[in-house]
């Protein structure tokens, strides 16, 4: 038997062709139904007449106009398209190619654009989208009913939400369908009705609204934000759908996302991604991060999944859904113990007395036979009346050993007294780390922990060393942050860890493990990898964190340079 080389077709005849003659029979008759020539070996068939199938091709490019646009949705990447427009509707679209050049030694920002902008029409003219005033069936029948009884549309308004019944009838079935179109007269006045009654049982400070993102749009933001401000109705950040991006935002940067953007990323040499699928949640900013490999960047992927962005990892560390904030504390642990305390590295020391909190003085409230954390000493508690001494923190001079109130706090922000003065300009002053050195004073702290079973509270005792200014006694928010790590100084009172290895108490390594699943050594060597490599590029490693907007997601943000 002679066998055909893999890949090839070979009928019962010999020659190349279909597997058997029912196959070869079916191609050939196919000729009596389209118009057309077929070749020899029955590869290959050359149409005659027609070319409809090509008008699609064609029509393409009888568009009346090209705009330039993007996809307003809230997307971080804001791509440039050009839109092609026929008779008013959007024909097809294609991405611009214009953007600036960023010079010969980094990657261009373009090609810029993803699958879900170049489908972006098929959103348009869904006919799935909501394009008329929709109002609950039940609610809509009580008001027609009120409004033609009553004459007055507040009237109505009130006869449905101040009678109980009738109140929890539509209420009831929110959630359950049932909405039929109404009329944009209709709509609108029964929005109108309703502030104005509000506003007249409850006052304006009882309606509260939500604008438009500026990046979806700026003038739906403005007009929104100028009806709230005018009618003296709460405005709710838009920041607010963001879960704790409003808040933990600016208590840990200082700021709301003031941070790198995506072209920053190929600067850095060592990448963690943490919990970003940046591939799909960024897409036209991947190529920085994919293309930063070739210059020898490390990257890092924390994500419970292997995501997209996990291919590009050079280390994938898993943790299970939730618990990465243990993960994130075991780091931290590595990192203060071994580049802060048991070595201390100048560029980290100078950046965080200039770039965080951790220099000021923090006060301790008596609690029990120990104490727990209080608010920022001001300028106001040192007797300080100049404007905004409440909102101005106090720390210490290490050259003087006396309390200093430094530029750039909030309370120089804002008022003719701060003008000129809210920067980050220490002049002479070099602010002390930590009062630990000659520390006369040392007590215990009581700290939240938060691995108990079944969540029930529980306290950590750790000790700070203490100084007393006036009537306050102190600490720096570097040794309360220490002790809430579990890093140990020599002669501090309270409970710490033995090791990196000490499973027994939080916030190590081997902590970690019993909550995330990621070994302690992975932890270890992740945590001192990223420092490490910070120390030696002079802090070219990044963060990128966040679930990334594509069309109204989170968003990704990077952290500063370490």
């Known amino acids: 038997m002679t066998l055909a080389p893999e890949g090839s077709r070979q009928n019962t005849d010999g020659h190349a062709g279909f597997d058997g003659g029912v196959s070869e029979a079916l191609v050939k008759t196919s000729r009596f139904f389209r118009k057309g020539e077929v070749s020899a070996d029955l590869r290959s068939l050359h149409q005659i007449g027609g070319r409809d199938a090509d008008s ?35 024909t097809w679209e294609a991405q611009q190619t214009d ?5 010969p030694d980094r990657p261009e920002y373009e090609p810029r654009g993803c699958p879900r902008g170049a489908a972006f029409s098929w959103y348009t003219y869904s006919p799935t989208r ?130 790198p953007e995506s072209g920053d ?3 850095a040499s060592y990448l963690i991604l943490w919990g970003s699928n940046v591939p799909v949640t960024r897409t036209p900013d991947a190529h920085w991060m994919t293309e930063a490999r070739y210059r020898g960047q490390k990257v890092v992927v924390m994500s419970p999944d292997y995501s997209d962005a996990t291919k590009f990892a050079d ?69 300080d009346l100049e404007e905004g001494a409440e909102f101005k923190t106090v720390l210490v ?64 005792r750790r000790g700070v060393p203490v100084r007393r200014v006036g009537k306050h006694l102190v600490t720096t928010v570097y040794d309360l942050l220490l002790a809430q790590f579990g890093v140990d100084r020599r002669g501090l009172p309270g409970e710490w860890p033995a090791g990196l290895d000490d499973a027994s108490q939080p916030y190590t390594p081997a902590w970690q493990e019993q909550f995330t699943g990621v070994t302690a050594a992975a932890a270890t060597r992740i945590g001192r990898e990223f420092a490490q490599n910070a120390e030696d590029s002079g802090g070219r490693s990044m963060i990128i964190m966040g679930a990334g907007p594509t069309t109204g997601s989170t968003p990704t943000r990077s952290t500063g340079r370490s």
């Open 56 to 90: 699609f091709y064609r029509d393409r490019w009888s568009h009346d106009k090209v705009v330039r646009s993007t996809h307003g949705v809230n997307c971080t990447g804001s791509c440039s398209w050009k839109v092609y427009v026929k008779d008013g509707i959007i």
């Open 99 to 103: 953007y600036p050049s960023t010079g």
């Open 397 to 460: 001079d290490s050259a003087t050993g006396e309390p200093h109130v430094p530029n750039g706090s909030l309370g120089f922000r804002f008022g003719e007294a701060g003008k000129g003065r809210w920067n980050l300009d220490l002049g002479d002053v070099d602010p002390l780390l930590s009062l630990y050195d000659g520390a006369a004073e040392t007590v215990t702290v009581d700290l939240a922990r938060f691995d108990t079973a079944r969540g029930e509270g529980a306290t950590l």
């Open 130 to 259: 909501v394009r008329y005033p929709y109002v609950r069936g039940s609610l809509l029948q009580m008001y027609r009913e009120a409004r033609q009884r009553l004459g007055d549309p507040v009237l109505a308004w009130g006869d449905i939400v101040d009678d109980p019944e009738k109140a929890r009838t539509y209420k009831s079935q929110r959630g359950k369908g049932g909405l039929v179109r109404a009329s944009w007269d209709e709509a609108t006045e029964m929005i109108a009705a309703a502030h104005v009654h509000t506003i007249k049982k409850y006052g304006p400070d009882r309606v509260a609204g939500f604008s438009p993102i500026p990046a979806m749009s700026m003038v739906s933001h403005a007009a929104g934000a100028r009806f709230m401000s005018l009618i003296g109705a709460p405005m709710l950040s838009f920041y607010d759908w963001y879960a704790d991006l409003p808040v933990a935002s600016p208590q840990v940067f200082g700021d709301q996302t003031d941070v």
């Open 265 to 267: 990323w190929w600067d």
């Open 315 to 383: 280390d994938w560390l898993a943790p299970h859904p939730g618990t990465d904030g243990a993960l994130a504390m075991a780091m931290g642990h590595v990192v203060l113990k071994e580049f802060f305390v048991d070595r201390q590295v100048p560029r980290f020391q100078e950046y965080v007395k200039r770039y965080s909190d951790l220099p000021f003085l923090l006060t301790l409230t008596p609690h029990g036979d120990s104490y727990v954390p209080g608010k920022f000493l001001t300028a106001a508690d040192l007797g």
